[in-house]
């Protein structure tokens, strides 16, 4: 962990959960893991108030712990969880695109989450109808009434079922998820707790022995991790089935009619588990944001939604296990059919006049539309799908479809269009030289897609990397960055020769870039003297240790707009305590000055732009490290 | 690129002095330049493009969040040590006292229930006072159902009309419109201010280095810990606060 990195978790923890958590925090993550006692004497703060604080800490999971048994005298050691905190961050987003998706209700059950730390379901549904029915009319603070319903366009949670119904949603898409006890400790702790027992059952084996057997303990043990992990893979972990008599029969009568939308309403939460938000789900779902965005800069607006559509879909399986190496997204790798995206994309988005195309073939797809060979026998389809589907096919296929069925309902007709329209957007995706999707060879109709996170992710680093190195020192260097990424490690003189320039010309270049990180040099001398002048330096780039350099960059520049901020509301202080004032908020247009009122937006318009800087490097921290 | 080991230092006497040698034809083309450096050397600043309108949400939400855990009861602000007061600016005057937020000092832990399993032990008789390490788990873990807390979800209740409302406009992406709506909207919340806020961390470490002043820090926190009752803080609380003004005096006082 990097120093800037440190500093910026303690100046968030501090903008969040205040100085005391932040002192606490700082503490933890400088000397590390630390006992109860090690961190009293360290932060100088009374015991009291320092477990106090650690409880706060250890309900947001910004810091975990573990007890190790060690017969009477049992020594319990905490340690700082930093992603997590770095995840304060993401707050903002994260209930807004679960707004976006589920509407208020469940943004408002994913923000009180993210206020309670974890919670158990029946304490937060009990609560949740107490604290909402006395007040179904919510008082805004600026003093107008209006009724929850007014406001949202939709009636209010009122009742604790449709709380839990947002339970369940969010549970099956894994926005939220049950919290377990080793989600507590640090993973090395559980790991070694669980070598030990495996360990212990081999017990009598001599010491040459367990050497043998220690793969099979290694094995052992990373199966049993997995197996912690595998619980929340379940798509209903942590539900139960509805068991009510009278609605058996419903049930099944409705479950004949095939339609998954039901089948959800069966599941209810079991009330005794605890559950948290799922940070890393939401790590996904920001990164197909983010390549829904690449896409569209590259192909258009309505490409780019359907492709939004696509990752909507992978993203359903998606739990997202964070790694050292990155997300990792549960799960193998799916497949999504041209049909599923057909069934729930919207029917605004304009998918025929997106596409610029010759007249001729906009014929010839018209009248491939009619033929409806698509509909003939599977083992047809099949075959014609996985070939690469290309419109002169179509246009040949059409005397054959011709014969074929000509009565097709006009529905089933604007379906096929739909979907035909679809598949060329799609199309037009794999065909990108980024490869945003590809396509799947397989019997589905219409065809089926994948997408390959992972790389395009490189992709996207990449990208984002050359435009950093261009931005801060211009064309010539990143010429020579991608030269050296291209060939390996060169020599100023070949490196001069490939970048046809010369070599006074770019040793300026390579001595910045080296300097900020972004190159690094390997010494081999001809002779054993090792003299500088009968040296070969041959330049090379490291991916990993330019991302170090990166992020720490981004981190540095993350403290010091939070530390601005923090300055700005120091300057603006007196203002800002009399505009929080509990008589003022609300009535601010009567009880403040007009100087106060344009100070008042003035201030508050230069944290947004600072606050939104801060969600832009966010963007770029998660590029590197997260995705 | 420097003198690498090329001294020959380390093959002793032989060399001796004569390190000019095969060294000296090297030429540098590299010509530092030793002059002093400009104080405030020009530099082009850049400009942030505008902030789009997904941006603005999802900093108002950010905000929206941060605002409801500084008015929860885990946040903390320490106050100025004793005698470091302002004498003209930090008096504690009838209205600060009345419409200011309080401060807290220490996080205000009993007002929700805890998955106890979730916690080391040693933290448990803080989580619940009840709970003293002698005693037995299970009270605590079975909960005694008839005093049973409730999670604090009030303070969401005036925040969900406003979001949704909120987000209906910029749904429609209407910068003008959502301006005015953020202008309108936009001393609602969020606005958090510290009177005694003034430090940076690193100021706060320099200070906590200090032994003598850490002396008189702890008296501080014994001070507001003393009394479980305290007349004056008792009464302070009926006065002000709705939501978070009890009696139990269980955190300790957490403001000045």
Redesign the interface.
């Known amino acids: 962990m990097q120093q800037n990195a440190v500093?910026l978790c303690?100046?968030l923890v501090?903008?969040?959960?205040?100085?005391?958590?932040?002192?606490v925090v700082?503490t933890l993550l400088e000397y590390g893991r630390s006992t109860?006692y090690t961190i009293v004497r360290r932060?100088?703060?009374?015991e009291?108030?320092v477990?106090?604080?650690?409880?706060?800490l250890?309900?947001?999971h910004l810091v975990l712990?573990y007890?190790q048994e060690d017969g009477g005298r049992?020594s319990?050691h905490y340690e700082c969880n930093w992603l997590q905190i770095y995840e304060l961050?993401h707050?903002?987003?994260i209930?807004?695109t679960v707004?976006e998706r589920f509407g208020?209700?469940a943004?408002?059950v994913i923000?009180?989450f993210?206020?309670?730390g974890?919670?158990?379901v029946s304490?937060?549904i009990?609560?949740?109808g107490?604290?909402?029915k006395p007040?179904p009319n919510?008082?805004?603070?600026?003093g107008t009434t209006?009724?929850?319903s007014?406001?949202?366009?939709t009636t209010?949670i009122t009742s604790a079922a449709q709380i839990s119904k947002h339970i369940v949603t969010l549970m099956q898409e894994k926005f939220l998820v049950p919290?377990q006890?080793h989600h507590?400790h640090p993973s090395v702790d559980t790991e070694n707790a669980i070598r030990q027992r495996v360990t212990a059952e081999q017990v009598g084996t001599t010491a040459a022995m367990q050497a043998k057997t220690k793969k099979a303990i290694d094995e052992k043990v990373a199966e049993k991790m997995e197996a912690l992990s595998n619980d929340i893979e379940n798509k209903n972990f942590g539900l139960k089935r509805k068991s009510d008599q009278q609605d058996g029969r419903a049930r099944k009568r409705t479950k004949f009619s095939t339609t998954q939308a039901v089948e959800e309403d069966e599941w209810e939460i079991d009330g005794s588990i605890?559950l948290r938000v799922n940070n890393a789900k939401f790590l996904a779902i920001f990164r197909n944001e983010e390549l829904v965005r690449w896409a569209e800069s590259r192909i258009g607006k309505a490409t780019s939604l359907v492709y939004a559509e696509l990752l909507r879909h992978l993203e359903k399986n998606v739990i997202g296990h964070r790694t050292e190496k990155g997300l990792v997204d549960g799960g193998k790798k799916s497949v999504v059919s041209t049909l599923d995206i057909g069934n729930t994309l919207s029917k605004d988005i304009d998918l025929v006049n997106s596409i610029a195309s010759g007249p001729a073939i906009t014929n010839g797809h018209k009248r491939a539309m009619t033929n409806g060979h698509l509909f003939s026998a599977n083992d047809e389809e099949s075959e014609g799908d996985s070939d690469d589907y290309d419109l002169d096919a179509d246009i040949d296929d059409n005397d054959v479809g011709m014969n074929g069925t000509h009565d097709l309902s006009s529905a089933a007709q604007e379906k096929k269009e739909q979907l035909q329209n679809i598949r060329k957007h799609l199309m037009l995706l794999a065909e990108d030289p980024n490869q945003f999707v590809t396509k799947q060879e397989g019997s589905m109709q219409y065809g089926g897609w994948m997408v390959d996170t992972q790389r395009l992710c490189e992709a996207l680093r990449t990208r984002e990397l050359e435009q950093i190195v261009e931005e801060r020192f211009g064309g010539i260097a990143t010429r020579l960055v991608r030269i050296i990424k291209d060939k390996g490690k060169m020599d100023e003189k070949g490196l001069a020769d490939t970048a046809l320039l010369r070599q006074?010309d770019i040793?300026a270049h390579l001595?910045i870039l080296h300097e900020r990180g972004f190159l690094h040099i390997q010494?081999v001398p001809k002779t054993a003297?090792?003299?500088?002048?009968r040296?070969f330096?041959f330049f090379y780039f490291d991916e990993k240790m330019s991302k170090m350099a990166i992020l720490n960059d981004f981190y540095k520049a993350m403290s010091r707009i939070l530390?601005r901020i923090?300055?700005e509301?120091?300057l603006?202080?007196?203002?800002?305590?009399k505009?929080?004032?509990?008589?003022?908020?609300?009535h601010?247009e009567e009880l403040l000055t007009k100087k106060e009122l344009t100070d008042?937006?003035k201030?508050?318009r230069s944290?947004?732009?600072l606050?939104?800087?801060l969600?832009?490097i966010d963007r770029q921290v998660m590029m590197f490290r997260d995705w | 690129m420097a003198f690498r080991g090329g001294r020959g230092g380390f093959r002793g006497g032989r060399g001796g002095g004569s390190n000019g040698g095969p060294m000296m034809p090297r030429e540098f083309d590299v010509k530092p330049d030793f002059g002093p450096t400009e104080q405030f050397p020009d530099y082009t600043i850049p400009f942030q493009d505008p902030l789009s309108s997904t941006e603005r949400i999802h900093v108002s939400r950010f905000r929206d969040h941060r605002e409801k855990v500084h008015s929860g009861p885990l946040y903390t602000v320490l106050g100025k040590r004793k005698g470091l007061e302002d004498p003209f600016e930090d008096v504690v005057t009838y209205s600060a006292k009345k419409y200011h937020r309080q401060k807290r000092k220490v996080p205000k832990l009993d007002s929700r229930p805890y998955v106890f399993e979730f916690f080391p032990v040693e933290l448990w008789e803080t989580m619940d006072s009840s709970y003293s390490a002698t005693g037995d788990r299970s009270i605590v873990i079975n909960g005694r159902k008839d005093q049973r807390k409730r999670l604090l979800i009030s303070s969401l209740n005036t925040d969900l009309p406003n979001g949704g409302h909120h987000d209906d406009k910029s749904d429609a992406s209407d910068e003008e419109d959502e301006e005015k709506e953020k202008e309108k909207k936009s001393v609602l919340a969020k606005l958090m201010s510290h009177k005694d806020e003034e430090d940076d961390g690193l100021g706060d470490d320099d200070e906590d280095e200090d032994k003598g002043e850490e002396e008189e820090e702890e008296d501080d926190y014994q001070d507001d810990e003393e009394g479980d009752y305290n007349a004056e803080q008792y009464f302070d609380d009926g006065d002000g606060d709705v939501d978070y003004g009890d009696d139990d005096g269980g955190g300790g006082a957490w403001y000045d």
């Open positions: 500093e303690t100046i501090r903008d969040t959960y205040g100085e005391l958590s932040s002192k700082a109860l932060v100088k703060i009374p009291k108030v477990k106090q604080t650690l409880v706060v250890i309900q947001q712990h007890t049992d319990t961050l707050s903002g987003r209930v807004r707004e208020t209700e943004a408002s923000s009180n993210l206020l309670l974890h919670a158990r304490d937060f009990t609560a949740y107490v604290s909402t007040k919510a008082v805004l603070p600026n209006i009724s929850a007014e406001a949202t366009g209010p919290v006890i507590m605890v006074k040793r001595g010494e003297e090792r003299l500088p002048a040296t330096y530390q923090d300055h509301r120091s603006n202080s007196m203002l800002l305590s505009a929080d004032r509990t008589d003022v908020k609300g601010e008042l937006a201030w508050k944290e947004e732009k606050l939104g800087q969600m832009r």
